[in-house]
């Protein structure tokens, strides 16, 4: 047996994950009957049928030529990922103006041909930018610094 | 036939609401910044209308309804630009116009290409509102019939509507339904009070963040996905012809007569059931088109046709998607979810109820959807300069810029930074999506009704002492159901299969 389609093999592995879990979970929560529903009811049925599609889809992966998956751009994957997250961490801990340079930098990194001082003067003009529409017209209501 | 009768009123309280000074600025700035966004590569009306939502917490409910509707469809006006000009689909429901629009511009014929997308976009949306005019009231009236097994037999058929309508395998899509259901079942069921799903987290009490989904899958994931292929280079084959002429010549007009009416009537139809959208129109209409013209071999080399009939059809449909939605509070898909989300926000319960207890919101939305439509042709045309000056901005620069809109616009929503980390899960999550080619569309759909079908199930099953088959002893019901059914059996065989898998082919250089 040789897995003639990796996208359809690999789908499938992740709904019967998917499905496995929320019945797992699930079975913490009371079943009820079907006149009473309790919590765990509809998961727990959408979670079967989840694991049926998913063998249904893995299956086919035998069966189907694929295109296969690629290469994954594990560069950009991370760096933008951890900029998002500095933002979110950063936007009630150091204010709007570091956060946002710090992720505009990090995240422009990521980019082909990443120039430093573009990187710079683009994180700049964003924040000019964004200060200008979201805190001043749309009064929305962030802290500047770290300090209120 | 009281809906007509009432038409007239009931659109001259539209009018009057809609052209006052502020929404009628409001409607400009929508369609505005909805073009803009459009044109950038990657943001479809899905992200963009997610991006700008914040923007609108502070405006009143009427001028909060009309901008967004203005941003949808900016974004899809916005994206029939960019596949004219440089060959490069803003969203998916453009790719066709892609074909015959991108070849028109490389013979020098950019101008007409645009004035007719513009034209029949403009003719479809007029028809599209004047039939949610018509319809809206009607169809309210019944759905204020509707009980839990009729709610829950139409939801189904939407998702199963939208499962076969989406591109790629369909039993993908349909997993794709159930792990959005299952999404939509996270945060505190409201009758035990129980947490479902949440990690012992507080924050997702109140469920998972539509916008969070939203913008995950859709904006934090297509940049990646743009990483990957560095679409600084390839695709962007940008036109530095000048564009001289823009008016199509009278043979143009007469020759796209035909294809945008009847793409305004595919259109129509798919935009009405819920589940079907823009881009199976499109393609529908292509089809139909490159089938009855008598000119069949120019198609693909810059038949003006395969333009006005899609750009007709997408817009027809993406106008007519509000149907469902104002008249039954069941979005037909995740844009419009968006939409009954910013009522929501607004503090106004969707459904059928929203016609009689706030007919100016209804009407004037309405009205501004036709005013925003005739502002895009106004607007557009001279404004082509503009957006092809956008496009020559590299991606490094512009993928910063969409981020900082992305994080600024989840953030606002709740004010929480783990609405933020979220985003990235779901980002890398709709990233895996892609690469194991899984169409996310129906999973948000079915995420937002998640909820709803859960509920309406629980209720039905409760009314009828948990006898399922009250499914099909109610004849609303059992009409959903079966048709339900039908459009699964008719997809599984093989004939019908194999066509759908031909309709939804990438046309080569798209």
């Known amino acids: ?148 | 036939m009281d809906s007509f009768a009432a038409l007239l009123p009931n659109l001259a309280l539209g009018f009057q609401t809609a052209v006052s000074l502020q929404n009628l600025t409001y409607c400009f700035i929508g369609v505005f910044v909805g073009t803009l966004v459009g044109v950038l590569p990657g943001v479809g009306p899905l992200a963009a209308i997610a991006m700008l939502l914040p923007a609108t917490f502070n405006l009143p409910p009427v001028g909060a309804l009309i901008m967004l509707a203005g941003i949808y469809y900016g974004t899809q006006y916005g994206g029939s630009t960019t596949s004219i000009l440089v060959n490069l689909p803003g969203e998916s429901a453009s790719v066709v116009t892609c074909l015959d629009g991108y070849q028109m511009a490389k013979n020098g014929r950019a101008g007409p290409a645009l004035a007719i997308a513009a034209i029949g976009s403009f003719f479809a949306g007029t028809v599209g509102t004047l039939l949610i005019a018509l319809a809206g009231p009607p169809l309210a009236e019944v759905a204020l019939k509707f009980g839990a097994p009729e709610y829950f037999s139409l939801m189904s058929m939407g998702l199963i509507a939208s499962a076969v309508l989406a591109s790629g395998s369909m039993l993908k899509a349909i997993a794709m339904i159930f792990l959005g259901l299952l999404f939509g079942i996270v945060g505190t069921d409201v009758n035990s009070g129980m947490s479902r799903y949440t990690f012992g987290m507080s924050g997702l009490a109140d469920g998972l963040s539509f916008v969070v989904v939203a913008m995950g899958l859709f904006g934090f994931a297509e940049i990646l996905n743009n990483m990957e292929k560095g679409s600084d280079a390839a695709g962007r084959e940008l036109l530095t012809k000048k564009i001289d002429h823009l008016y199509p010549t009278m043979r143009d007009l007469k020759v796209s007569v035909g294809p945008i009416v009847r793409g305004t009537a595919i259109g129509a139809f798919f935009g009405t059931l819920p589940g079907a959208g823009p881009t199976i129109s499109a393609f529908s209409s292509y089809a139909m088109e490159k089938k009855m013209a008598k000119n069949p071999e120019e198609f693909g080399k810059g038949a003006i046709q395969g333009v006005a009939g899609p750009e007709s059809a997408n817009n027809a449909a993406a106008q007519c998607a509000f149907i469902p939605t104002l008249t039954l509070g069941i979005p037909g898909s995740g844009t419009m979810a968006l939409m009954l989300g910013a009522l929501t926000i607004q503090g106004i319960a969707p459904g059928p109820q929203v016609m009689t207890q706030r007919p100016d919101l209804f009407w004037g939305l309405i009205a501004s959807m036709w005013i925003g439509n005739a502002m895009l042709v106004i607007l557009n045309l001279p404004l082509i300069g503009l957006w092809v000056k956008i496009l020559q901005v590299p991606y490094r620069i512009l993928f910063p810029a969409i981020l900082t809109f992305m994080a600024i616009g989840v953030y606002s929503v709740n004010n929480l930074d783990l609405d933020i980390y979220m985003t990235v899960f779901f980002g890398l999550m709709g990233y895996v999506f892609m690469k194991l080619k899984c169409e996310p569309a129906p999973l948000i759909l079915a995420f937002v009704l998640g909820p709803l079908m859960e509920e309406n199930l629980r209720r039905a099953l409760l009314i009828s002492r948990g006898d399922p088959t009250v499914f099909f002893t109610r004849p609303i019901s059992a009409v959903f159901l079966g048709l339900t059914i039908l459009l699964l059996v008719v997809m599984v065989l093989p004939a019908v299969r194999k066509k759908r898998e031909v309709a939804f082919q990438e046309p080569p250089g798209a």
């Open chain 1, 1 to 148: 047996m040789k897995i003639t389609s990796q996208e359809d093999f690999w789908a499938g592995i992740m709904f019967i994950a998917f499905g496995a879990l929320a019945i797992f979970i699930a079975s913490d929560y009371p079943y009820g009957t079907a006149a009473r529903m309790g919590p765990g009811y509809f998961p727990t049925w959408i979670g079967i049928v989840m694991v049926i599609l998913g063998l249904m889809i893995a299956v086919s992966g035998f069966r189907v030529q694929g295109q296969g998956i690629g290469k994954w751009p594990w560069k950009a994957m991370i760096l933008i990922s951890l900029a998002f997250i500095f933002f979110g961490w950063a936007i009630d801990n150091l204010g709007f103006i570091i956060a946002l340079f710090v992720m505009v930098t990090l995240a422009a990194m990521a980019g082909r041909d990443y120039r430093w001082l573009e990187a710079g003067i683009v994180a700049i003009v964003l924040i000019i930018g964004s200060w200008a529409l979201f805190i001043k017209a749309l009064e929305l209501s962030f802290p500047l610094w770290w300090w209120r």
